[in-house]
């Protein structure tokens, strides 16, 4: 049983440029999060996304946008990339029907912002 | 609004030796408790939770958490520790098990000295 994958592991991108990052979710899963890890912090919350729809969002700009596919994948956009935006960048997934079920995480995509 | 603060950034213990990382939360409803780990370059695992009913926790790995609900706190211990347990941990709240917004610590980073 496959669990969170993301892609791809590692990106190194130019300030200015826009990226896109990629989550499978946990299979039985509907529900995905995104979570920005900063060098030496906790993640922190970025938004979720369940019925192919944005549900919560954290205190993030609107140069970072999702989008939630019909088989439950995910993507993360980050437009005009600063050099703030230079993370660990992580995915989660849970399924609603289980109430009390934990988030799984995924490996993350280390982006580098040069 | 709700947080977390972990004490301590840094925690060294000799192998075999007990630890307790610390960890205070602040929420004005009540709240959903959790510990992770995260190993070097890889996403979080779930150490425990706390949801509600017995106020001690037993997680994976030989850890356990304590709720204090006086104290707003959950600090996590283990009684002997191995050199497999150098990680990150971070202690987690929410609002609700159902959320996927959940408000992570700083990070405690656990060394075990030989």
């Known amino acids: 049983d496959a669990g969170v994958t993301q892609s791809p592991t590692h990106l190194i991108k130019t300030r200015g440029q826009q990226v896109t990052l990629r989550c499978s979710p946990k299979?039985?899963?509907?529900?995905v999060s995104w979570y920005q890890q900063a060098l030496g912090q906790g993640p922190q919350f970025i938004f979720q996304y369940y019925e192919e729809e944005e549900r919560q969002r954290g205190n993030f700009p609107d140069r970072f946008s999702g989008h939630q596919f019909p088989n439950y994948s995910s993507e993360l956009n980050v437009n005009a990339l600063l050099l703030g935006d230079s993370a660990l960048y992580l995915c989660a997934s849970r399924s609603r029907r289980q109430v009390q079920g934990p988030l799984h995480f995924g490996n993350g995509t280390r982006l580098t912002v040069t | 609004a709700q947080s977390v603060t972990q004490l301590d950034s840094q925690v060294p213990v000799f192998e075999e030796a007990p630890v307790e990382l610390r960890c205070n939360y602040s929420?004005?409803?009540?709240?959903?408790l959790f510990w992770y780990v995260q190993y070097p370059n890889q996403g979080l695992q779930l150490l425990l939770k706390y949801l509600s009913g017995s106020t001690l926790v037993k997680g994976i790995n030989g850890f356990e958490a304590e709720f204090n609900k006086s104290q707003t706190s959950f600090h996590l211990r283990k009684p002997s520790v191995h050199i497999s347990d150098t990680a990150e941990y971070f202690c987690a709240v929410s609002e609700g098990m159902s959320a996927s917004k959940i408000i992570f610590g700083s990070g405690t980073r656990l060394s075990i000295r030989p």
């Open positions: 299979s039985g899963h509907d529900t």
């Open positions: 929420s004005s409803v009540s709240v959903y």
